[in-house]
């Protein structure tokens, strides 16, 4: 630095106990106003603002001075701390003021791109190209504080609890099953690839086996996928495996640890234990695995009182072997015109439904332009079986589960948030549990694991295994918090004989599983414990402490939607000498 100054305190920890002490802060201008025989600057640091006044009667010199600063401008102030004339009780530092004697400028600037502060309207790209402006806003910088608060109580809780923190490497083998991977390709051996690890699964399973008993980590994971709002190419777990215990010792100590650091960052209690659904039930009342259950209009279930009515989208779902099932908006049908509707069809058909049927109960009686396809028995039959009361809609999705499920889960969200009805101070906590071991994938024509081919079947369903697959409960469990899905987890299998029956079912041969998974196999030969463990999406929970919508709002360096840095410009082109090196050759096409 430039100045032989030494800062002795932070620019917003300053108030009225000050007063009258000598201090010297360093930071950047906000912003300058010049009233003549006095300029005022208000200066910040991470910690907030504090007013200073360049007055002639206190230094000339450092007056002088004060008339060539601009805003972000960095510099040091040394001065005597001042009751403020006119308090400013929207700041922390509003009873105060520092009258400057010596200034020094560290550093000036151009005019920003952006501006910093935390209501500006720039574009969210221009925001990320210039993530280092970005960051000097108050909101920002909190985020990153908090973030940081709540890593460390994570570690001081675990580190209470008997775990140890133990690293994983990051270049491991590319493994079948998940997303897909990030590769890395191998100079020293040439053709070969390394993968970046979408988690550290098969790893911390190893910590098992070689006798840590309990680990954490607090660990970046990458994932080549498409991104939302709530999902990024590289993304940071809480990672948590332990020794001799079951489903129920993993729970207990995972949402005392939730319960902790939402009451440490926030002071939000979630209350314990935390309530339960298995994930049938999830499904049937919610239409998701992962809902919000903040508010209602659950999905109830006619299919068998349409399967022989004359409207015949819903009368065919059925006798396709689907359902046709709906949500009451329980008194607020007032509320949607037919094109508030007609946006809402519009929105479940993103999720694969082919329209959206309704009713709207009223004072006159039902109004809904599928009501002459049904008889009064039949329509009466609806109405009760949705509740359905004067002022309530009723919207309906008809098609194969998976889509019906999914329509109306995404519904229920969209419909209270633009009601809303969603209540961002409120946290509604929930375990899902008895996921099933399996899902169908359509594209491939082929069973695949739900969460991951490692996950422990329920002992009951261990022989339907090879038979019926698609009845395998799995030992999972997923911590869900006002439908974000916060962290999932599973007991493991520790068996060679049920991991390789586990890696047949999902169409894997002996010789398969061995090449992508032989380390693990042979490891379980050496007497593995029964084990199990959970990992927490730390960005999705930053984002509920914050109550940000997106997940950029709480990563200090994050990516586009479209996986690429606007400040670097990454991913970028590598030049011919290092491609040869690799022995990769670019298709020009």
């Known amino acids: 630095m430039k100045t032989k100054l030494k800062r002795s305190h932070m620019c917003g920890v300053l ?47 450092a007056f002088n001075q004060a008339n060539d600063i601009g805003a972000e401008y960095v510099i040091a102030v040394k001065g005597k701390v001042h009751k403020r004339q006119s308090v400013n009780p929207n700041i922390p530092t509003g009873e105060i003021e520092v009258f400057a004697e010596i200034l020094d400028v560290l550093n ?13 309207d720039v574009s969210e790209n ?31 809780f675990l580190s209470e609890e008997g775990f140890i923190e133990v690293e994983t490497p990051v270049l491991t083998k590319t493994t079948p099953e998940g997303a897909r991977d990030y590769l890395v390709p191998s100079r020293v051996n040439p053709g070969k690839f390394y993968a970046l690890p979408q988690s550290p699964q098969l790893f ?27 999902r990024q190419p590289e993304f940071t777990q809480i990672d948590c495996e332990m020794s ?30 935390i309530p339960r659904t298995t994930y049938k039930e999830a499904m049937e009342r919610y239409g998701i695995d992962k809902p919000d259950i903040r ?34 908006v329980k008194g607020y049908g007032d509320q949607f015109s037919r094109k508030d509707i007609t946006a809402l069809e519009d929105y479940t058909k993103t999720y694969g439904a082919k329209g959206l049927a309704w009713i709207k109960v009223t004072a006159e009686g039902v109004i809904s332009p599928i009501a002459k396809f049904f008889s009064e028995e039949e329509m009466q039959g609806i109405l009760k079986r949705g509740d359905a009361a004067e002022g309530d809609l009723l919207l309906f999705v008809a098609d194969k589960n998976s889509v019906v499920y999914d329509s109306l889960g995404h519904l229920r969200g969209e419909v209270a948030k633009r009601l809303n009805l969603v209540n961002k ?33 329920m002992d009951e369903d261990l022989e339907l295994l090879e038979t019926e697959p698609e009845k395998v409960r799995a030992k999972a469990y997923d911590l869900v918090i006002n439908g974000y899905e916060v962290g999932g987890g599973s007991i493991r299998i520790y068996s060679s004989d049920v991991q390789q ?57 994050p990516k586009t939607q479209n996986a690429s840095c606007p400040m670097t410009n990454a991913p970028s082109v590598a030049d011919e000498k290092q491609l040869k090196e690799l022995s990769i050759e670019v298709s020009k096409s």
């Open 425 to 457: 101070d409120e946290y509604k906590a929930l375990w899902v549990t008895d996921f099933p071991l399996f899902e169908y994938d359509e594209e491939d024509d082929r069973y695949v694991a739900k969460h991951h081919p490692f996950t422990s079947p």
């Open 295 to 328: 508010f209602g209009f659950e999905l109830f279930d006619v299919s068998d009182l349409v399967s022989s009515s004359s409207f015949k989208v819903f009368s065919g779902a059925v006798e396709a072997g689907g359902s046709v099932r709906g949500i009451n």
């Open 244 to 273: 001799f215990v079951d489903a129920e010792d993993v729970i207990d100590i995972n949402q005392r640890l939730v319960h902790k650091v939402f009451k440490e960052v926030i002071n939000v209690e979630i209350p314990l234990p």
């Open 126 to 156: 221009l925001r990320l190209k210039y993530r280092y402006l970005d960051l000097r806003k108050s909101t920002m910088q909190k985020n990153l504080i908090l973030r940081h608060k709540t890593a460390g109580i994570v570690r001081n």
């Open 108 to 120: 000036t600037s151009d005019t920003p791109p952006i501006y910093i502060k935390d209501d500006d």
């Open 501 to 557: 029956r586990m890696f047949k079912a999902l169409g894997f041969s002996e010789e398969e599983a061995w090449d992508k998974f032989g380390f693990l196999l042979e490891a379980f030969k050496y007497g593995t414990p029964p084990h199990g463990g959970i990992a927490f999406g730390l960005d999705r929970l930053m984002m509920l402490l914050t109550k940000e919508e997106n997940i950029r709002q709480v990563i200090a360096f």
């Open 15 to 61: 108030n009225s106990s000050n007063i009258g002490e000598e201090v010297t802060l360093m930071g950047w201008v906000q912003k300058r106003r010049d009233l003549g025989g006095l300029i005022f600057a208000d200066m910040r640091d991470r910690t907030g603002f504090v007013q200073i006044i360049f007055d002639k009667e206190v230094s000339m010199e």
């Open 204 to 230: 911390k399973q190893l910590l098992m086996v070689s006798g840590m008993d309990r680990y954490f980590q607090i660990v970046k994971c990458f994932r080549d996928e498409d991104l939302r709002a709530d």
